[in-house]
């Protein structure tokens, strides 16, 4: 079945260790993203990226990078986590022409105690 | 800069009864205006989206919003709740009609018999 695959589904990382959110599609899409969600608060944009090679920083990117090496491959990377980043993580997907909504993985539950 | 304010992180209707999701936004340019739904450890799925035209819009599970430029709003209605339709739901803004999206808070929807 065609979409999203994130792994893993949950983490409990200490403080200070660094962790990688893996997130792959196959639908071709040009354009993914990285959204944290949390409480209250609804979806934040972490990372984008357009096209394979390119990203951009969206609206929380402090703490948190990001590389599209290839179209299918978009992996987030906390370099040094810390308890503010606890959260549950989603990647999404679209193409980048007209009507073509967001396709969501279904997340990865991260805790940073 | 967009913006969305969801009215509302819980509501509760019963089934047979109107489920009327409120939402505002703000945008500096035209907007793209969506609504996604997400279930119990799920990412989210879209349930229907204004790019251009008919300014009401129909989407899926009998959901429909009205795009209403004067009031800044593109509220969400379905005419019978079902049990099926318990789950988060939010409201979103983009400057394109894909990608980019500001997310509202979202709103809890809890159905009772």
């Known amino acids: 079945i065609a979409g999203i695959t994130q792994a893993p589904t949950s983490q409990i990382l200490a403080a200070g260790r660094r962790m990688t959110l893996r997130c792959t599609q196959d639908?071709?899409?040009?354009?993914m993203y990285w959204y944290r969600q949390d409480l209250g608060l609804g979806l934040r944009l972490i990372h984008y990226s357009n096209t394979a090679g390119t990203t951009g920083k969206g609206e929380v990117p402090d703490g948190y990078s990001v590389s599209r090496a290839n179209t299918d491959d978009f992996p987030l990377t906390l370099a040094s986590a810390v308890p503010s980043q606890t959260s549950v993580y989603f990647c999404?997907?679209?193409?980048?022409?007209?009507?073509?909504?967001?396709?969501f993985g279904n997340g990865t539950r991260l805790t940073v105690t | 800069a967009q913006s969305v304010t969801q009215l509302g992180s819980h509501v509760s209707v019963s089934e047979g009864a109107l489920v009327l999701l409120r939402c505002n936004y703000s945008?500096?340019?035209?907007?793209?205006l969506f609504w996604y739904v997400q279930y119990p450890n799920q990412g989210l799925q879209l349930l229907l989206k204004?790019?251009?035209?008919?300014?009401l819009v129909k989407g899926i599970n009998g959901f429909e919003a009205e795009f209403k430029k004067s009031e800044t709003s593109f509220h969400l209605t379905k005419p019978s709740a079902h049990m099926s339709d318990a789950a988060e739901y939010f409201c979103a803004v983009s400057a394109y009609s894909w990608g980019k999206l500001q997310f509202g808070a979202g709103t809890q929807v809890v159905v009772t018999p």
């Open positions: 639908m071709r899409h040009n354009a």
């Open positions: 999404a997907s679209s193409d980048t022409g007209d009507n073509s909504p967001l396709h």
């Open positions: 945008s500096s340019v035209p907007p793209y």
């Open positions: 204004y790019t251009t035209g008919a300014t």
